[in-house]
């Protein structure tokens, strides 16, 4: 619960991304409502409220709206969420493979700097220019400005791409900012396994390795891993994952 200025402004800082419901009060006014309020990583909302006279045990309920659009900022961004993340098929479980879901990204050229290790190109940008954040914390490699630590798909709730125009806050970096959020733990105890196959049995020919032409080029991989989480102290939320992975 906050309190507004003699103004009726407020302001609420910090919050996970996530889905909320937001209420406003006065006595002597019904109490307004608005459900279902989606909140992205590094979104800035602004939600207004207009009370009618009426008793405060009424609530007028805003279920319907259009689209909040976040006029006061001048940066085009996009949002990866986790549906995207955990279910869209990734060649080797490369989060970053996913920039090409927004508008105005490229792969790299054959080649350069990060071609081979998910860069990608955004509005013409420079890969190298691209700027990486991880929870609010610059996580960039200085040598060659890729992401210092990688999330493991499983700990990503989602994550944003800001292709242009971004907020001088973010500082460093004349491409893409590319912010990611991990998932907070709960008081419980949470755990999973995994395994990602790729085998040359169940791939079918390449168009030019007929079958009376060769063998079919063997190939196996496997991926796999384990992931936990949990508070560590009650009401604390912390998550720890650990991944490991093996090819062959």
């Given at each position: 619960?906050?309190?507004?200025?003699?103004?009726?402004?407020?302001?609420?800082?910090?919050?996970?991304?996530?889905r909320y419901r937001i209420e406003a009060a006065l006595p002597r006014f019904k109490t307004a409502v608005?459900?279902?309020?989606?909140?992205?990583?590094?979104?800035?909302?602004?939600?207004?409220?207009?009370?009618?006279?009426?008793?405060g045990a009424e609530k007028l309920m805003i279920t319907a709206s259009t689209p909040l659009v976040q006029s006061e900022r001048s940066s085009v961004g996009t949002v990866i969420d986790n549906q995207k993340v955990v279910e869209l098929p990734l060649n080797g479980r490369e989060f970053r493979a996913l920039a090409q879901l927004v508008p105005g990204s490229l792969s790299p050229a054959p080649g350069s700097a990060l071609s081979f290790r998910e860069g990608f190109n955004v509005v013409g940008s420079r890969e190298t220019a691209n700027n990486n954040l991880l929870d609010g914390i610059d996580n960039n490699d200085p040598?060659?400005?890729?992401?210092?630590?990688?999330?493991?798909?499983?700990?990503i709730q989602e994550f944003k791409i800001l292709?242009?125009?971004?907020?001088?806050?973010y500082g460093r970096g004349s491409g893409a900012?590319?912010?990611?959020?991990?998932?907070?733990?709960?008081?419980d105890l949470h755990a999973s396994a995994w395994e990602f196959?790729?085998?040359?049995?169940?791939?079918?020919?390449?168009?030019?390795?007929?079958?009376?032409?060769?063998?079919?080029p063997p190939f196996h991989r496997n991926q796999f891993g384990a992931t936990a989480g949990?508070?560590?102290?009650?009401?604390?939320?912390?998550?720890?994952?650990?991944?490991?992975?093996?090819?062959?």
């Open positions: 619960m906050f309190s507004t200025d003699e103004r009726g402004n407020y302001r609420v800082s910090f919050l996970l991304p996530g608005r459900e279902n309020v989606v909140l992205s990583v590094d979104d800035r909302l602004r939600i207004d409220f207009t009370l009618q006279f009426g008793e040598a060659i400005n890729n992401f210092t630590l990688q999330p493991i798909l499983d700990s292709a242009n125009a971004s907020a001088p806050a900012q590319v912010i990611v959020s991990t998932k907070s733990g709960t008081n196959l790729r085998n040359d049995k169940l791939d079918a020919r390449d168009f030019f390795n007929k079958e009376e032409s060769a063998a079919k949990g508070s560590l102290v009650r009401n604390l939320p912390v998550f720890r994952a650990c991944g490991v992975c093996a090819l062959r």
